[in-house]
């Protein structure tokens, strides 16, 4: 599937901001699933200072700031993308038992294994918490598969949580979502890293798109017309794959890839330092269709 993704984003500020520097994560990945084959930042006012570099976690972040007084900071990016169906087979997916995989990410000592230990421990947004675990474990149960066991969870955190964009913010813990049973993609992804890590096993976050569909005829999932998020489960041998709690799916070609990081904090779509005073007001949109 062929993508034109538009991300708008708009800060009005009610007094006059005399200097902000930002960091966005705003361009898709390209990886084996995936092909950006192109994406333009474009920020109002014109930036003063601009550059790019890839993170620990090879995500593009784009640097800027603006050193005039300004009321009004525009980001609009504009990308390009292609995403190609999951080809691993279910079938051989499935032979890898949980407890298995337990024991070759916390034994072996190759390259990658080591690599993968650093998205077992916990993380800024996800610590490690006894509820989790004791969550977790209606779905791990003894001599079950790892993608068994996920996909359980994942359709457990989809029936049990309520999603309400009005309950959560970015700040609020995790240890609260699990309390009352609601939130949105980015706590619903928080949980269920925190339940996979709690068995010893190896999650990371994952931010990005779902397409915007257009055609009555054709599913809406939840999180189209905003940034979404999900997580992946690394398996040995396979690498990593995909669930989405906020829709009970594994993610295919509707869901675009635009970082990965431990947790949210490792992913933050636009984030900076504003030096000024007062309030402000925050806008965001998102287009994704496919072309």
Same mark, same amino acid.
């Given at each position: 599937?062929?993508?034109?993704?538009?991300?708008?984003?708009?800060?009005?500020?009610?007094?006059? /901001?005399?200097?902000?520097?930002?960091?966005? !994560?705003?361009?898709?990945?390209? &990886?084996?699933?995936? =092909? +950006?084959?192109? *994406?333009?930042?474009? /920020?109002?006012?014109?930036?003063?200072?601009? !550059?790019?570099?890839?993170?620990? &976690?090879?995500?593009? =972040? +784009?640097?800027? *700031?603006?050193?005039?007084?300004?009321?009004?900071?525009?980001?609009?990016?504009?990308?390009?993308?292609?995403?190609?169906?999951?080809?691993?087979?279910?079938?051989?997916?499935?032979?890898?038992?949980?407890?298995?995989?337990?024991?070759?990410?916390?034994?072996?000592?190759?390259?990658?294994?080591?690599?993968?230990?650093?998205?077992?421990?916990?993380?800024?947004?996800?610590?490690?918490?006894?509820?989790?675990?004791?969550?977790?474990?209606?779905?791990?149960?003894?001599?079950?598969?790892?993608?068994?066991?996920?996909?359980?969870?994942?359709?457990?955190?989809?029936?049990?949580?309520?999603?309400?964009?009005?309950?959560?913010?970015?700040?609020?813990?995790?240890?609260?979502?699990?309390?009352?049973?609601?939130?949105?993609?980015?706590?619903?992804?928080?949980?269920?890293?925190?339940?996979?890590?709690?068995?010893?096993?190896?999650?990371?976050?994952?931010?990005?798109?779902?397409?915007?569909?257009?055609?009555?005829?054709?599913?809406?999932?939840?999180?189209?017309?905003?940034?979404?998020?999900?997580?992946?489960?690394?398996?040995?041998?396979?690498?990593?794959?995909?669930?989405?709690?906020?829709?009970?799916?594994?993610?295919?070609?509707?869901?675009?890839?635009?970082?990965?990081?431990?947790?949210?904090?490792?992913?933050?779509?636009?984030?900076?330092?504003?030096?000024?005073?007062?309030?402000?007001?925050?806008?965001?949109?998102?287009?994704?269709?496919?072309?």
């Amino acid at each position: 599937m062929n993508y034109k993704i538009t991300h708008n984003t708009h800060y009005s500020y009610n007094n006059f /901001v005399n200097l902000c520097y930002n960091e966005a !994560r705003l361009t898709p990945r390209s &990886f084996t699933r995936q =092909v +950006c084959n192109h *994406s333009k930042l474009i /920020v109002e006012p014109d930036p003063s200072g601009y !550059r790019e570099r890839k993170d620990f &976690f090879g995500n593009t =972040v +784009c640097f800027f *700031s603006i050193q005039r007084p300004h009321q009004e900071l525009s980001v609009i990016v504009t990308s390009e993308v292609e995403v190609y169906a999951s080809n691993f087979q279910l079938d051989l997916v499935n032979g890898f038992e949980w407890e298995d995989v337990h024991d070759q990410l916390h034994i072996d000592v190759n390259e990658e294994i080591l690599e993968m230990r650093q998205y077992i421990l916990e993380s800024p947004m996800i610590p490690e918490l006894p509820e989790l675990r004791t969550y977790a474990k209606t779905s791990f149960t003894p001599d079950r598969s790892l993608l068994e066991s996920v996909a359980e969870l994942t359709e457990r955190l989809y029936s049990e949580f309520e999603y309400d964009t009005n309950f959560t913010s970015v700040a609020t813990p995790l240890k609260e979502v699990m309390e009352h049973r609601r939130g949105v993609c980015q706590d619903f992804a928080h949980l269920g890293i925190g339940c996979v890590r709690s068995m010893g096993l190896a999650a990371r976050y994952v931010s990005g798109y779902i397409e915007t569909v257009t055609d009555s005829d054709q599913e809406q999932l939840v999180g189209s017309g905003a940034s979404h998020a999900w997580f992946s489960v690394y398996f040995p041998e396979i690498g990593w794959i995909d669930f989405d709690p906020t829709n009970n799916v594994m993610p295919t070609d509707r869901h675009i890839t635009v970082a990965w990081g431990r947790d949210y904090s490792d992913v933050t779509p636009l984030k900076g330092v504003v030096y000024g005073s007062g309030t402000h007001e925050l806008s965001v949109s998102v287009d994704c269709r496919s072309v």
